[in-house]
């Protein structure tokens, strides 16, 4: 299929990045926000979107692909390529997708049934174990062991409405116009009098009402043949809903999207990061974009301006904190940790151990009055833990593989790429954890270079852990020699421009 025949709608924090990559992929922006068109210099086409892209109310760094299944795959997998390392879950069947479900019981909240080995909560009178019926998925899931919500009945799904084969009526919220608004009532009441329902999306509003009328005719026709049907082959979709994608980005895929955006508008370092992780930062981001855009022979300044202020900031809080996130979406707050030292990129945190337990990887007990050392640096793809008992004898070194590291307020965020590197006296230097990367692959989060690099990387860092074991008494100067790079990933830099 040609990208150029397939129509996207971007909205939220990464519209200007998005806008810039699909562009030079071939693809077709449509609905583009007042700001978006501004910034291209071009009156985007008004007309109905194939997929929707835009970022998740509860997690502004989860972008949410909406639409037609095969248009709605191609596009993740475009960006996926474009931006080289992001992890990505599909709708594992599609929401208003009409399914033949085999019910197996009733249970306490409602009749349950399967579906290619799916768990179903169905919505329905006819709950006889055994029985095959049509249900439209109301909720879909996007992991096996998430139940799926149904409802027994028949859909059809078109980018510009739903149609149900019960009474049902509702209108996008994103339609604000009262004479499109009173337009789409009157069809719908049409509708409803056949005893049929419509959900109608906001692509609607960007179709005459004569076309809709049109379409209307031969899409109840379509469904009213569907409805004839009496025998459904178990698991076998009757017909197609909208697919929903989820893209979890992280700060590498971040910096693509910065580099992306920079090349149409003038953009502050870690700008997406920073954009997604707190309303609190907005106000100074967008201070920094629109001086440079008022003096842009200023810009490299500003940027280093930027930086300094948002580093100094980060050094002069009392607590900070580690957002250890993975690819998959979760974070961990880790902390608080104090600051011990700070030589220009670098950082050092310092922390106290509170608890009894084992240090992870390295097997070795972890005691009340332990010190917990953590370094890193601007943009570095290792963040390094070393424990020393109460007495200042060594306990072990940890280094986390991750995403580059970008400084907030009073945090350090990074997202971990599972693999690490471990020493302590008695074991020596190890890599571990490759399972688990491993099953980050299998899982469809990555592909199969992506994990090369990462392992690849992860040996190099092995090496030079043991080649600089000497320098343990000095931690700054043995992270400087690990980490070798300064203010700039060593790892997937081929999707990265020089900052």
């Known amino acids: 299929m040609a990208t150029n025949s397939i129509t996207v709608r971007i909205r939220g924090p990464y519209a200007t990045a998005?806008?810039?990559?699909?562009?030079?992929?071939?693809?077709?922006?449509?609905?583009?926000s007042e700001p978006i068109q501004k910034r291209f210099s071009v009156a985007f086409n008004p007309k109905p979107a194939d997929v929707t892209v835009k970022s998740d109310e509860e997690r502004p760094n989860t972008l949410l692909l909406i639409g037609s299944h095969?248009?709605?795959?191609?596009?993740?997998?475009?960006?996926?390529?474009?931006?080289g390392l992001i992890y990505s879950e599909e709708s594992l069947v599609d929401q208003y997708s009409t399914i033949a479900l085999t019910i197996i019981e009733r249970g306490s909240n409602g009749c349950i049934g399967t579906f290619s080995n799916l768990k179903v909560q169905v919505e329905t009178e006819e709950c006889i174990a055994g029985k095959v019926l049509p249900a439209v998925v109301i909720t879909p899931v996007f992991r096996q062991q998430e139940t799926v919500k149904a409802k027994k009945g028949l859909a059809l799904y078109t980018p510009l409405y739903t149609l149900f084969s019960w009474r049902q009526t509702s209108i996008s919220e994103h339609i604000r116009d009262r004479k499109i608004i009173d337009e789409l009532l009157g069809l719908s009441q049409q509708i409803l009098n056949e005893g049929l329902g419509i959900k109608w999306s906001s692509n609607s509003a960007y179709v005459s009402l004569s076309e809709l009328k049109e379409m209307?005719?031969?899409?109840?026709?379509?469904?009213?043949?569907?409805?004839?049907?009496?025998?459904?082959?178990p698991d076998k979709v009757i017909s197609e809903g909208r697919r929903i994608v989820k893209l979890y980005s992280n700060t590498q895929s971040d910096l693509v999207m910065d580099c992306a955006r920079s090349a149409v508008t003038p953009t502050?370092?870690?700008?997406?990061?920073?954009?997604?992780?707190?309303?609190?930062?907005?106000?100074?981001?967008?201070?920094?974009?629109?001086?440079?855009?008022i003096y842009p022979e200023s810009s490299q300044l500003i940027r280093s301006a930027f930086r300094k202020f948002i580093n100094e900031k980060l050094v002069g809080a009392k607590k900070i904190f580690i957002r250890h996130r993975k690819l998959n979406g979760n974070e961990f707050l880790i902390g608080p940790f104090q600051i011990r030292e700070a030589k220009e990129d670098i950082i050092m945190?310092?922390?106290?151990?509170?608890?009894?337990?084992?240090?992870?990887?390295?097997?070795?007990?972890?005691?009340p009055g332990d010190i917990g050392l953590t370094i890193t640096s601007y943009q570095s793809n290792i963040v390094m833990h070393i424990y020393f008992?109460?007495?200042?004898?060594?306990?072990?070194?940890?280094?986390?593989?991750?995403?580059?590291?970008?400084?907030?307020?009073?945090?350090?965020?990074?997202?971990?790429?599972?693999?690490?590197i471990v020493y302590s006296p008695i074991m020596g230097v190890k890599v571990q954890e490759e399972e688990l990367l491993r099953q980050v692959l299998m899982e469809g989060g990555i592909n199969d270079d992506i994990q090369n690099m990462i392992l690849s990387y992860a040996y190099e860092i092995k090496k030079r852990v043991e080649?600089?074991?000497?320098?343990?008494?000095?931690?700054?100067?043995?992270?400087?020699?690990?980490?070798?790079?300064?203010?700039?990933?060593?790892l997937l830099t081929q999707y990265l421009k020089q900052e």
């Open 18 to 32: 998005l806008t810039k990559i699909l562009i030079d992929e071939g693809y077709e922006i449509v609905q583009a």
């Open 70 to 83: 095969t248009k709605t795959s191609l596009l993740s997998s475009t960006i996926k390529k474009k931006t």
């Open 216 to 233: 209307l005719a031969n899409d109840i026709d379509k469904l009213r043949k569907i409805m004839k049907q009496n025998v459904f082959e």
């Open 268 to 293: 502050a370092p870690a700008h997406h990061t920073l954009k997604t992780l707190s309303k609190d930062l907005d106000l100074i981001i967008d201070f920094a974009e629109k001086t440079m855009e």
């Open 349 to 367: 945190l310092q922390r106290y151990i509170k608890s009894p337990g084992y240090y992870d990887g390295i097997n070795v007990k972890k005691e």
């Open 389 to 420: 008992s109460i007495n200042g004898e060594l306990k072990g070194v940890y280094v986390n593989v991750n995403t580059p590291v970008i400084f907030g307020w009073d945090s350090i965020i990074y997202d971990d790429l599972e693999v690490d």
């Open 467 to 490: 080649n600089n074991i000497q320098l343990l008494p000095e931690p700054i100067s043995f992270y400087e020699k690990i980490a070798l790079q300064k203010a700039q990933p060593e």
